[in-house]
């Protein structure tokens, strides 16, 4: 499974981007898929969520400015990024995690985009 990140770019303070992550397989079933970013100097941190069943989850220094969705049928995950501020910068990938058959586990990782928000 590939998965290919996009949209990433340089962006003023306040202004919006959106990422997208086309998988190139279709698995047998996916849990969660999930953008995580990680700036430089720090650990990859989780930014949202979704799960299967369209359940979505935010950390709290992006709540109400992000939204995670999907297109199932475009296999494609999306973080729309709205209001951003400057410590929104950092590498963003994409994970997907989920089953290639009943028997195997798969736990898949984006290239990154890199986003960088000037003041």
């Known amino acids: 499974v590939q998965l290919q990140a996009s949209g990433g770019g340089l962006v003023q303070a306040g202004g919006s981007l959106r990422l997208s992550c086309a998988a190139s397989?279709?698995?047998?079933?996916?849990?969660?898929r999930a953008w995580y970013r990680q700036a430089p100097g720090e650990q990859r941190a989780l930014v949202a969520s979704?799960?299967?069943?369209?359940?979505?989850n935010y950390a709290d220094s992006v709540k109400g400015r992000f939204t995670i969705s999907r297109d199932i049928a475009k296999n494609t995950l999306y973080l729309q990024m709205n209001s951003l501020k400057r410590e929104d910068t950092a590498v963003y990938y994409c994970?997907?995690?989920?089953?290639?058959?009943?028997?195997?586990?798969?736990?898949?990782w984006g290239q990154g985009t890199q986003v960088t928000v000037s003041s």
């Open positions: 994970n997907q995690k989920g089953y290639s058959d009943p028997w195997t586990s798969r736990d898949d």
């Open positions: 979704i799960t299967s069943g369209g359940k979505t």
């Open positions: 397989t279709v698995l047998f079933k996916v849990d969660t």
